[in-house]
Protein backbone atom coordinates (compact mmCIF):
# COMPACT_ATOMS: atom_id res chain seq x y z
CA UNK A 1 0.00 0.00 0.00
CA UNK A 2 1.17 3.62 -0.75
CA UNK A 3 -0.04 7.12 0.26
CA UNK A 4 0.46 9.73 -2.85
CA UNK A 5 -0.44 13.37 -2.53
CA UNK A 6 -0.07 15.45 -5.30
CA UNK A 7 0.04 19.20 -5.52
CA UNK A 8 -1.48 21.63 -7.95
CA UNK A 9 0.56 23.21 -10.82
CA UNK A 10 -1.19 27.15 -9.42
CA UNK A 11 1.18 26.74 -6.44
CA UNK A 12 4.42 26.58 -8.54
CA UNK A 13 3.01 27.75 -12.03
CA UNK A 14 4.70 31.44 -13.99
CA UNK A 15 7.77 31.42 -11.40
CA UNK A 16 9.88 33.01 -12.94
CA UNK A 17 13.36 30.71 -12.79
CA UNK A 18 11.69 27.76 -13.96
CA UNK A 19 11.82 28.79 -17.66
CA UNK A 20 15.04 31.28 -17.25
CA UNK A 21 17.43 28.22 -16.93
CA UNK A 22 17.86 25.73 -19.56
CA UNK A 23 16.65 22.18 -18.06
CA UNK A 24 19.95 20.43 -17.36
CA UNK A 25 20.38 23.06 -14.95
CA UNK A 26 16.57 23.28 -13.57
CA UNK A 27 17.12 19.49 -12.74
CA UNK A 28 20.22 20.11 -10.73
CA UNK A 29 18.31 23.04 -8.62
CA UNK A 30 15.39 19.87 -8.17
CA UNK A 31 17.88 17.62 -7.14
CA UNK A 32 19.48 20.27 -4.72
CA UNK A 33 15.94 21.13 -3.43
CA UNK A 34 14.97 17.60 -2.48
CA UNK A 35 18.70 17.11 -1.28
CA UNK A 36 17.93 20.10 1.50
CA UNK A 37 14.66 18.68 2.44
CA UNK A 38 16.15 15.32 3.49
CA UNK A 39 18.86 16.81 5.52
CA UNK A 40 15.99 18.65 7.06
CA UNK A 41 14.03 15.86 8.03
CA UNK A 42 16.55 13.15 8.80
CA UNK A 43 19.25 15.30 9.95
CA UNK A 44 22.19 13.87 7.66
CA UNK A 45 24.94 16.13 6.08
CA UNK A 46 26.18 12.92 3.53
CA UNK A 47 22.63 12.97 1.57
CA UNK A 48 21.88 10.04 -0.94
CA UNK A 49 19.07 9.37 -3.25
CA UNK A 50 17.73 7.59 -6.21
CA UNK A 51 17.93 9.98 -9.45
CA UNK A 52 16.19 8.84 -12.58
CA UNK A 53 18.48 9.17 -15.37
CA UNK A 54 15.80 8.50 -18.19
CA UNK A 55 16.02 11.76 -19.89
CA UNK A 56 19.68 12.28 -19.34
CA UNK A 57 20.71 10.39 -22.54
CA UNK A 58 21.09 7.28 -20.50
CA UNK A 59 18.42 5.40 -20.21
CA UNK A 60 14.96 5.57 -21.49
CA UNK A 61 13.37 2.76 -19.19
CA UNK A 62 13.63 2.53 -14.88
CA UNK A 63 12.04 -0.32 -13.96
CA UNK A 64 14.49 -0.67 -10.82
CA UNK A 65 17.39 0.43 -9.18
CA UNK A 66 19.79 -0.92 -12.20
CA UNK A 67 19.15 2.31 -14.40
CA UNK A 68 18.71 4.86 -11.55
CA UNK A 69 22.02 6.57 -10.74
CA UNK A 70 22.79 7.64 -6.71
CA UNK A 71 22.99 11.56 -6.27
CA UNK A 72 24.69 12.56 -3.25
CA UNK A 73 25.35 15.83 -1.68
CA UNK A 74 26.69 17.66 1.20
CA UNK A 75 24.54 19.86 3.32
CA UNK A 76 25.38 22.28 5.43
CA UNK A 77 23.54 25.41 6.59
CA UNK A 78 27.22 27.33 5.80
CA UNK A 79 27.18 26.39 2.06
CA UNK A 80 26.78 28.65 -0.59
CA UNK A 81 23.68 27.21 -2.64
CA UNK A 82 26.04 27.29 -5.85
CA UNK A 83 28.80 25.74 -4.89
CA UNK A 84 26.72 22.92 -3.52
CA UNK A 85 24.76 22.72 -6.73
CA UNK A 86 28.36 22.75 -8.77
CA UNK A 87 29.56 20.27 -6.55
CA UNK A 88 26.18 18.16 -7.25
CA UNK A 89 27.01 18.47 -11.00
CA UNK A 90 30.89 17.35 -10.60
CA UNK A 91 29.14 13.87 -8.62
CA UNK A 92 26.54 13.75 -11.67
CA UNK A 93 29.16 13.89 -14.56
CA UNK A 94 31.21 11.57 -13.09
CA UNK A 95 28.61 9.17 -12.14
CA UNK A 96 27.69 9.31 -16.12
CA UNK A 97 30.85 7.95 -17.02
CA UNK A 98 30.06 4.50 -15.39
CA UNK A 99 26.56 4.97 -16.34
CA UNK A 100 26.38 1.06 -18.78
CA UNK A 101 27.71 -0.47 -15.34
CA UNK A 102 24.33 -2.08 -13.60
CA UNK A 103 24.10 -1.09 -10.03
CA UNK A 104 22.16 -4.63 -9.42
CA UNK A 105 25.31 -6.69 -11.10
CA UNK A 106 27.63 -4.52 -8.69
CA UNK A 107 25.19 -5.45 -5.61
CA UNK A 108 25.54 -9.31 -6.30
CA UNK A 109 29.41 -9.46 -6.87
CA UNK A 110 29.28 -8.10 -3.23
CA UNK A 111 26.74 -9.91 -2.10
CA UNK A 112 24.57 -7.18 -2.08
CA UNK A 113 22.07 -8.12 -3.74
CA UNK A 114 18.77 -8.59 -1.35
CA UNK A 115 20.08 -5.20 0.59
CA UNK A 116 18.17 -1.97 -0.78
CA UNK A 117 20.90 0.59 -1.25
CA UNK A 118 18.59 3.53 -1.31
CA UNK A 119 15.00 4.42 0.21
CA UNK A 120 14.08 7.45 -1.43
CA UNK A 121 14.42 8.99 -5.16
CA UNK A 122 13.57 11.87 -7.27
CA UNK A 123 12.04 11.60 -10.56
CA UNK A 124 11.25 14.51 -12.88
CA UNK A 125 9.64 14.24 -16.64
CA UNK A 126 7.91 16.46 -19.17
CA UNK A 127 4.35 16.41 -19.81
CA UNK A 128 2.83 13.47 -21.30
CA UNK A 129 5.89 11.21 -21.06
CA UNK A 130 5.41 7.88 -19.92
CA UNK A 131 5.03 6.90 -15.83
CA UNK A 132 7.87 4.49 -14.59
CA UNK A 133 7.73 1.96 -12.21
CA UNK A 134 9.27 3.58 -8.92
CA UNK A 135 8.06 1.03 -6.19
CA UNK A 136 11.29 0.46 -5.00
CA UNK A 137 11.55 3.66 -3.15
CA UNK A 138 10.01 4.07 0.87
CA UNK A 139 9.63 7.62 -0.21
CA UNK A 140 10.07 9.34 -4.02
CA UNK A 141 9.26 12.90 -4.70
CA UNK A 142 8.01 13.29 -8.55
CA UNK A 143 8.16 16.48 -10.50
CA UNK A 144 5.85 17.12 -13.97
CA UNK A 145 7.34 19.81 -16.13
CA UNK A 146 4.49 21.44 -17.99
CA UNK A 147 4.61 22.42 -21.61
CA UNK A 148 3.69 25.68 -20.58
CA UNK A 149 6.34 25.72 -18.14
CA UNK A 150 4.92 25.38 -15.19
CA UNK A 151 5.80 22.67 -12.47
CA UNK A 152 3.66 20.45 -10.26
CA UNK A 153 4.79 17.94 -7.47
CA UNK A 154 3.90 14.88 -5.53
CA UNK A 155 4.93 12.60 -3.13
CA UNK A 156 4.19 8.94 -2.95
CA UNK A 157 5.69 6.60 0.29
CA UNK A 158 5.12 3.62 1.54
CA UNK A 159 2.47 2.71 4.17
CA UNK A 160 5.17 1.07 6.11
CA UNK A 161 6.92 3.76 6.08
CA UNK A 162 5.43 7.09 6.15
CA UNK A 163 1.85 8.31 7.00
CA UNK A 164 -0.87 9.83 4.98
CA UNK A 165 -0.67 12.85 7.02
CA UNK A 166 3.53 13.05 7.23
CA UNK A 167 3.03 12.36 3.11
CA UNK A 168 1.55 15.25 2.76
CA UNK A 169 3.89 17.39 5.16
CA UNK A 170 6.46 16.23 2.60
CA UNK A 171 5.43 17.26 -0.05
CA UNK A 172 4.13 20.53 0.63
CA UNK A 173 7.60 21.48 2.35
CA UNK A 174 9.02 20.15 -0.99
CA UNK A 175 7.41 22.67 -3.14
CA UNK A 176 8.20 25.29 -0.56
CA UNK A 177 11.83 24.12 -1.02
CA UNK A 178 12.13 24.08 -4.74
CA UNK A 179 10.99 27.77 -4.71
CA UNK A 180 13.15 28.54 -2.56
CA UNK A 181 15.75 26.60 -4.13
CA UNK A 182 14.86 28.37 -7.40
CA UNK A 183 14.96 32.05 -6.37
CA UNK A 184 17.48 31.71 -4.21
CA UNK A 185 20.82 33.53 -4.88
CA UNK A 186 23.71 31.16 -5.68
CA UNK A 187 25.68 32.87 -2.87
CA UNK A 188 22.81 32.49 -0.36
CA UNK A 189 23.58 30.46 2.68
CA UNK A 190 21.04 26.73 2.56
CA UNK A 191 21.15 27.50 6.06
CA UNK A 192 19.48 30.96 5.03
CA UNK A 193 16.89 29.17 3.03
CA UNK A 194 12.93 29.14 4.64
CA UNK A 195 11.41 26.29 3.84
CA UNK A 196 8.52 26.42 6.17
CA UNK A 197 5.34 25.30 4.02
CA UNK A 198 2.35 27.35 4.32
CA UNK A 199 0.89 24.08 5.75
CA UNK A 200 3.33 23.65 8.49
CA UNK A 201 3.15 27.16 9.00
CA UNK A 202 -0.65 27.01 9.53
CA UNK A 203 -0.10 23.83 11.91
CA UNK A 204 2.47 26.09 14.35
CA UNK A 205 -0.15 28.80 14.57
CA UNK A 206 -3.44 26.34 15.73
CA UNK A 207 -0.47 25.25 17.80
CA UNK A 208 -0.32 28.57 19.29
CA UNK A 209 -3.37 30.21 19.04
CA UNK A 210 -4.44 30.21 22.52
CA UNK A 211 -2.08 32.15 23.84
CA UNK A 212 -1.23 32.08 27.92
CA UNK A 213 -2.17 35.21 30.09
CA UNK A 214 0.90 36.91 31.20
CA UNK A 215 1.65 35.77 34.88
CA UNK A 216 2.68 39.57 35.71
CA UNK A 217 4.99 38.54 39.74
CA UNK A 218 8.19 37.50 40.39
CA UNK A 219 8.79 33.56 40.67
CA UNK A 220 9.86 34.12 44.65
CA UNK A 221 6.52 35.68 45.21
CA UNK A 222 4.83 32.77 43.61
CA UNK A 223 6.42 30.16 45.13
CA UNK A 224 6.15 31.94 48.71
CA UNK A 225 2.29 31.91 48.27
CA UNK A 226 2.49 27.96 47.47
CA UNK A 227 4.73 27.41 50.16
CA UNK A 228 2.09 29.16 52.54
CA UNK A 229 -0.16 26.71 51.63
CA UNK A 230 1.58 23.62 51.71
CA UNK A 231 4.01 24.49 54.26
CA UNK A 232 4.90 20.64 54.92
CA UNK A 233 4.57 19.17 51.56
CA UNK A 234 7.99 17.62 50.25
CA UNK A 235 9.82 20.35 47.93
CA UNK A 236 13.44 18.65 47.23
CA UNK A 237 14.35 15.12 47.61
CA UNK A 238 18.03 14.63 46.75
CA UNK A 239 21.01 12.91 47.55
CA UNK A 240 21.98 15.88 50.26
CA UNK A 241 19.21 16.59 51.27
CA UNK A 242 15.42 16.58 51.74
CA UNK A 243 13.71 20.11 51.89
CA UNK A 244 9.80 20.98 52.74
CA UNK A 245 8.66 23.91 51.25
CA UNK A 246 8.57 26.17 54.65
CA UNK A 247 12.29 24.92 54.53
CA UNK A 248 13.19 25.80 51.28
CA UNK A 249 11.58 28.85 52.08
CA UNK A 250 13.42 29.67 55.25
CA UNK A 251 16.74 28.54 54.10
CA UNK A 252 15.84 30.86 50.51
CA UNK A 253 15.61 33.83 52.91
CA UNK A 254 18.11 33.15 54.63
CA UNK A 255 20.18 32.93 51.67
CA UNK A 256 18.91 36.18 50.08
CA UNK A 257 19.97 38.42 53.66
CA UNK A 258 23.88 36.80 53.02
CA UNK A 259 23.63 38.17 49.38
CA UNK A 260 22.09 41.52 50.61
CA UNK A 261 24.60 42.07 53.08
CA UNK A 262 27.58 41.70 50.74
CA UNK A 263 25.35 44.75 49.11
CA UNK A 264 23.73 43.58 45.94
CA UNK A 265 21.27 45.17 43.84
CA UNK A 266 18.73 45.18 41.59
CA UNK A 267 19.29 42.45 38.54
CA UNK A 268 23.16 42.08 39.53
CA UNK A 269 23.81 38.60 38.38
CA UNK A 270 25.12 35.98 41.06
CA UNK A 271 26.95 33.22 39.74
CA UNK A 272 26.29 29.55 40.77
CA UNK A 273 28.12 25.98 40.64
CA UNK A 274 27.00 23.27 41.66
CA UNK A 275 26.88 19.36 40.61
CA UNK A 276 23.65 18.07 41.27
CA UNK A 277 22.23 18.87 44.55
CA UNK A 278 19.25 20.01 46.37
CA UNK A 279 21.65 23.67 47.56
CA UNK A 280 21.53 25.05 43.62
CA UNK A 281 17.79 24.81 43.88
CA UNK A 282 18.03 26.76 47.12
CA UNK A 283 20.45 29.25 45.92
CA UNK A 284 18.13 30.06 43.03
CA UNK A 285 15.22 31.00 44.91
CA UNK A 286 18.04 32.80 47.34
CA UNK A 287 19.18 34.87 44.37
CA UNK A 288 16.12 35.89 43.07
CA UNK A 289 14.59 36.57 46.82
CA UNK A 290 17.68 39.17 46.69
CA UNK A 291 16.42 41.09 43.62
CA UNK A 292 19.26 39.39 41.41
CA UNK A 293 19.18 36.89 38.55
CA UNK A 294 21.41 33.85 38.32
CA UNK A 295 23.42 32.73 35.79
CA UNK A 296 24.23 28.62 36.55
CA UNK A 297 28.30 27.42 35.60
CA UNK A 298 28.87 24.04 35.65
CA UNK A 299 31.94 22.89 37.37
CA UNK A 300 33.56 20.69 34.39
CA UNK A 301 33.62 23.61 32.61
CA UNK A 302 37.32 24.59 31.30
CA UNK A 303 38.89 27.84 32.49
CA UNK A 304 38.47 29.60 29.18
CA UNK A 305 34.47 29.28 29.39
CA UNK A 306 34.64 30.01 32.79
CA UNK A 307 36.19 33.02 32.00
CA UNK A 308 33.88 34.55 29.24
CA UNK A 309 30.97 34.01 31.28
CA UNK A 310 32.57 35.99 33.90
CA UNK A 311 33.72 38.98 31.56
CA UNK A 312 30.51 38.69 30.35
CA UNK A 313 28.29 38.59 33.77
CA UNK A 314 30.37 41.08 35.09
CA UNK A 315 29.77 38.97 38.06
CA UNK A 316 31.64 39.37 41.49
CA UNK A 317 29.95 37.34 43.67
CA UNK A 318 29.50 33.21 43.66
CA UNK A 319 27.06 30.75 45.36
CA UNK A 320 28.95 27.19 44.96
CA UNK A 321 29.65 24.06 46.60
CA UNK A 322 32.45 24.18 49.16
CA UNK A 323 34.05 21.61 46.68
CA UNK A 324 34.06 24.23 43.70
CA UNK A 325 35.45 26.91 45.79
CA UNK A 326 38.78 27.36 44.24
CA UNK A 327 37.64 27.81 40.81
CA UNK A 328 36.90 31.16 41.52
CA UNK A 329 39.15 32.55 44.47
CA UNK A 330 40.98 34.77 42.09
CA UNK A 331 38.43 35.90 40.23
CA UNK A 332 35.20 36.91 42.05
CA UNK A 333 35.39 39.34 45.05
CA UNK A 334 33.08 36.67 47.23
CA UNK A 335 32.52 32.83 47.02
CA UNK A 336 29.15 32.07 49.27
CA UNK A 337 29.83 28.67 50.00
CA UNK A 338 26.24 26.38 49.84
CA UNK A 339 25.65 23.25 51.19
CA UNK A 340 24.49 20.97 54.50
CA UNK A 341 26.92 22.91 57.04
CA UNK A 342 28.15 26.42 55.95
CA UNK A 343 24.16 26.62 55.68
CA UNK A 344 23.81 26.39 59.46
CA UNK A 345 26.23 29.86 59.12
CA UNK A 346 23.48 31.57 57.24
CA UNK A 347 22.03 34.71 58.90
CA UNK A 348 18.71 34.24 61.08
CA UNK A 349 16.77 36.94 59.65
CA UNK A 350 12.73 37.10 59.38
CA UNK A 351 11.56 36.18 56.60
CA UNK A 352 9.05 39.36 56.52
CA UNK A 353 12.18 40.70 56.11
CA UNK A 354 14.97 39.48 53.82
CA UNK A 355 11.77 38.50 51.20
CA UNK A 356 10.21 41.75 50.81
CA UNK A 357 9.94 41.51 47.01
CA UNK A 358 12.64 44.31 45.81
CA UNK A 359 12.32 43.04 42.20
CA UNK A 360 8.85 43.22 39.74
CA UNK A 361 7.74 40.95 36.95
CA UNK A 362 9.75 42.80 34.55
CA UNK A 363 13.14 42.42 35.99
CA UNK A 364 15.83 39.15 35.21
CA UNK A 365 15.11 35.76 36.98
CA UNK A 366 18.15 34.03 35.44
CA UNK A 367 20.76 34.36 32.48
CA UNK A 368 21.43 30.97 30.54
CA UNK A 369 24.57 30.78 27.89
CA UNK A 370 24.80 28.99 24.75
CA UNK A 371 27.43 26.39 24.28
CA UNK A 372 29.50 28.82 22.28
CA UNK A 373 30.55 26.56 19.51
CA UNK A 374 29.49 28.92 17.11
CA UNK A 375 31.06 31.77 18.63
CA UNK A 376 31.90 33.35 22.57
CA UNK A 377 28.71 32.16 24.29
CA UNK A 378 25.77 34.28 24.04
CA UNK A 379 23.83 34.86 27.05
CA UNK A 380 19.59 34.91 27.10
CA UNK A 381 17.91 36.69 29.87
CA UNK A 382 14.41 35.50 31.15
CA UNK A 383 12.35 37.74 32.81
CA UNK A 384 10.45 36.75 35.90
CA UNK A 385 7.02 37.13 34.22
CA UNK A 386 7.72 34.83 31.11
CA UNK A 387 9.37 32.48 34.12
CA UNK A 388 6.23 32.65 35.97
CA UNK A 389 3.87 32.56 32.84
CA UNK A 390 5.81 29.27 31.43
CA UNK A 391 5.72 27.83 35.63
CA UNK A 392 1.76 27.70 35.70
CA UNK A 393 0.88 26.97 31.86
CA UNK A 394 3.36 24.06 31.29
CA UNK A 395 2.17 22.20 34.14
CA UNK A 396 -1.27 20.89 32.65
CA UNK A 397 1.07 19.54 29.01
CA UNK A 398 3.50 18.05 31.56
CA UNK A 399 0.77 16.68 34.19
CA UNK A 400 2.67 18.05 36.90
CA UNK A 401 0.63 18.68 40.12
CA UNK A 402 1.27 18.80 44.11
CA UNK A 403 1.35 14.23 43.85
CA UNK A 404 3.89 14.64 41.07
CA UNK A 405 7.80 13.76 42.11
CA UNK A 406 9.62 14.85 39.15
CA UNK A 407 13.22 13.93 37.95
CA UNK A 408 15.24 16.73 37.58
CA UNK A 409 17.58 15.27 34.69
CA UNK A 410 19.18 17.92 32.74
CA UNK A 411 22.24 19.79 34.02
CA UNK A 412 21.50 23.38 35.85
CA UNK A 413 23.46 24.72 33.18
CA UNK A 414 20.75 24.16 30.38
CA UNK A 415 17.18 25.50 30.44
CA UNK A 416 15.64 22.43 30.07
CA UNK A 417 16.74 21.88 33.75
CA UNK A 418 14.76 25.00 34.67
CA UNK A 419 11.38 24.03 33.57
CA UNK A 420 12.28 20.38 35.31
CA UNK A 421 12.75 22.63 38.58
CA UNK A 422 10.28 25.57 38.55
CA UNK A 423 7.33 24.23 36.67
CA UNK A 424 7.55 21.08 39.42
CA UNK A 425 7.77 23.97 42.30
CA UNK A 426 4.81 26.03 40.79
CA UNK A 427 2.67 23.20 41.45
CA UNK A 428 3.21 22.36 44.87
CA UNK A 429 5.01 19.21 43.59
CA UNK A 430 9.27 17.23 44.54
CA UNK A 431 11.68 18.59 42.20
CA UNK A 432 15.23 16.05 41.65
CA UNK A 433 13.92 13.25 43.94
CA UNK A 434 16.95 10.30 43.66
CA UNK A 435 13.76 7.64 44.30
CA UNK A 436 10.26 6.61 43.31
CA UNK A 437 10.36 9.43 40.35
CA UNK A 438 6.66 8.87 38.67
CA UNK A 439 7.35 12.05 35.70
CA UNK A 440 10.21 12.96 33.90
CA UNK A 441 11.61 15.40 30.90
CA UNK A 442 14.15 13.70 28.94
CA UNK A 443 15.88 14.59 25.45
CA UNK A 444 14.27 10.91 23.29
CA UNK A 445 17.90 9.58 22.61
CA UNK A 446 18.59 9.71 26.31
CA UNK A 447 15.11 7.99 26.58
CA UNK A 448 15.92 4.59 24.06
CA UNK A 449 18.71 4.01 26.69
CA UNK A 450 15.96 3.29 28.90
CA UNK A 451 13.76 0.66 29.06
CA UNK A 452 10.11 1.03 31.58
CA UNK A 453 11.00 -1.72 33.79
CA UNK A 454 14.15 0.48 34.46
CA UNK A 455 11.47 3.26 36.29
CA UNK A 456 8.41 0.79 37.23
CA UNK A 457 6.77 3.91 38.81
CA UNK A 458 7.46 6.34 35.89
CA UNK A 459 4.06 7.50 35.07
CA UNK A 460 4.55 10.51 32.38
CA UNK A 461 7.75 10.86 30.33
CA UNK A 462 7.99 14.25 28.29
CA UNK A 463 10.51 14.33 25.13
CA UNK A 464 12.37 17.01 23.62
CA UNK A 465 15.17 18.94 22.02
CA UNK A 466 15.45 16.61 19.57
CA UNK A 467 13.78 14.97 16.88
CA UNK A 468 11.35 12.22 17.97
CA UNK A 469 11.54 8.72 16.30
CA UNK A 470 9.94 5.51 16.00
CA UNK A 471 11.74 3.56 18.55
CA UNK A 472 10.38 6.22 21.59
CA UNK A 473 7.48 5.40 20.82
CA UNK A 474 7.34 1.97 20.52
CA UNK A 475 8.73 1.77 23.62
CA UNK A 476 6.87 4.31 25.96
CA UNK A 477 3.72 4.72 24.34
CA UNK A 478 2.21 1.37 25.35
CA UNK A 479 3.36 2.03 29.06
CA UNK A 480 2.89 5.40 30.19
CA UNK A 481 1.71 8.80 29.13
CA UNK A 482 4.14 10.41 26.82
CA UNK A 483 4.44 13.58 25.47
CA UNK A 484 6.42 15.20 22.42
CA UNK A 485 7.29 18.59 22.89
CA UNK A 486 7.99 21.02 20.00
CA UNK A 487 9.45 24.76 19.73
CA UNK A 488 11.63 25.55 22.64
CA UNK A 489 14.03 28.32 22.01
CA UNK A 490 17.41 29.23 23.83
CA UNK A 491 16.19 30.85 27.37
CA UNK A 492 12.47 29.52 26.97
CA UNK A 493 10.73 26.60 27.62
CA UNK A 494 8.63 24.33 25.03
CA UNK A 495 5.81 25.28 23.64
CA UNK A 496 3.82 23.38 22.07
CA UNK A 497 3.30 20.41 23.16
CA UNK A 498 1.55 17.21 21.66
CA UNK A 499 0.12 15.07 24.51
CA UNK A 500 -0.93 11.52 24.44
CA UNK A 501 0.80 10.01 21.86
CA UNK A 502 -0.23 6.42 20.53
CA UNK A 503 2.07 3.82 19.68
CA UNK A 504 1.14 3.79 15.90
CA UNK A 505 1.15 7.71 15.48
CA UNK A 506 3.04 8.12 12.14
CA UNK A 507 5.06 4.85 12.22
CA UNK A 508 7.56 4.32 9.62
CA UNK A 509 10.09 1.66 8.98
CA UNK A 510 13.48 1.64 9.28
CA UNK A 511 16.08 0.85 5.94
CA UNK A 512 19.04 -1.78 7.13
CA UNK A 513 21.49 0.60 5.47
CA UNK A 514 20.33 4.23 5.27
CA UNK A 515 18.46 6.82 7.65
CA UNK A 516 15.01 6.97 7.17
CA UNK A 517 12.96 10.16 7.35
CA UNK A 518 12.35 11.52 10.98
CA UNK A 519 8.53 12.16 11.71
CA UNK A 520 9.11 15.89 12.48
CA UNK A 521 11.39 18.61 11.18
CA UNK A 522 13.53 20.16 13.82
CA UNK A 523 16.06 22.84 13.43
CA UNK A 524 19.31 21.23 15.11
CA UNK A 525 21.18 22.55 17.53
CA UNK A 526 25.24 22.46 17.83
CA UNK A 527 25.55 19.47 20.04
CA UNK A 528 28.16 18.94 22.85
CA UNK A 529 30.63 15.66 22.35
CA UNK A 530 28.80 13.62 25.10
CA UNK A 531 25.36 14.58 23.12
CA UNK A 532 27.17 13.27 19.50
CA UNK A 533 28.24 10.18 21.78
CA UNK A 534 25.10 9.41 23.02
CA UNK A 535 23.42 9.44 19.67
CA UNK A 536 26.24 7.80 18.10
CA UNK A 537 25.08 4.92 20.59
CA UNK A 538 21.85 4.94 19.19
CA UNK A 539 22.41 4.84 15.80
CA UNK A 540 24.55 1.66 16.37
CA UNK A 541 21.75 -0.35 17.45
CA UNK A 542 19.69 0.18 14.62
CA UNK A 543 21.61 1.42 11.31
CA UNK A 544 24.68 2.25 9.82
CA UNK A 545 26.10 4.70 11.83
CA UNK A 546 28.37 5.73 9.52
CA UNK A 547 25.42 7.26 7.13
CA UNK A 548 23.79 8.58 9.81
CA UNK A 549 26.88 10.43 11.63
CA UNK A 550 28.14 14.07 11.43
CA UNK A 551 32.00 14.72 11.36
CA UNK A 552 31.57 14.99 15.11
CA UNK A 553 30.34 11.47 15.49
CA UNK A 554 32.78 9.66 12.84
CA UNK A 555 35.59 9.34 15.65
CA UNK A 556 32.86 7.24 17.79
CA UNK A 557 30.68 5.09 14.73
CA UNK A 558 33.92 4.51 13.02
CA UNK A 559 35.51 2.18 15.56
CA UNK A 560 35.59 -1.18 16.18
CA UNK A 561 32.56 -3.36 18.08
CA UNK A 562 34.83 -4.13 20.82
CA UNK A 563 35.63 -0.26 21.26
CA UNK A 564 32.00 0.31 20.60
CA UNK A 565 30.85 -1.36 23.28
CA UNK A 566 33.49 0.40 25.49
CA UNK A 567 31.80 3.53 24.63
CA UNK A 568 28.44 2.45 25.45
CA UNK A 569 29.33 1.43 28.75
CA UNK A 570 31.34 4.69 29.47
CA UNK A 571 28.37 6.51 28.12
CA UNK A 572 26.15 4.76 31.00
CA UNK A 573 28.52 5.04 33.74
CA UNK A 574 28.37 8.79 32.99
CA UNK A 575 24.46 9.21 33.33
CA UNK A 576 24.95 7.00 36.27
CA UNK A 577 27.07 9.80 37.57
CA UNK A 578 23.88 12.50 36.40
CA UNK A 579 21.15 10.88 37.99
CA UNK A 580 20.69 11.25 41.88
CA UNK A 581 21.16 8.51 44.33
Request: hydrophobic content about 40%.
Amino acid sequence: MTFDHAISPVLLKNHGPTTSRPASKRRLVFQAAWAILINRYAGVEDVCFGYDTGDEGISSAMPDCNQTLICRANITPENPLGETIRSMMRHLNDAKAYSNYSIGEAQKLLGLQDKPLLNSGLHFQQQGQHKRNLNQFDIVAKIMIHDDASLSISVRTRSSYCSAVRTADVAHTFAKTLLETLSAHPESMIGELNIVSQRDYDQIMEWNKDVPQSVETTFHEYFECIAQQMPDCPAIFSRDGNFTYRELDTLSTRLARRLADLGVGLETLVLICFDKSAYAIVSMLGIMKAGCAFVAIDPSYPASRIQAILLATKATIVVADPAHEHIFQNDVAHVVKLDAQSAEELPLTPATVASRPSAFFSNLAYVVFTSGSTGSPKGFQVEHRALCTAAQHLATPMRIDSSTRHLNFAAFTFDLSYGDIFVTLAQGACAIVRMEVNSACLVPSVARILRPEDVPRLQTLSLGGEALVQENLAIWAPRIALNNMYGRQRGQQHRPWRRGLALDHQSYRSQPTMPSLRQSMVILPSTGVFTSRLVAVVVLKSISASQEATHELKAVTGRAKEQSVAEVAKIKAFLASRVPH
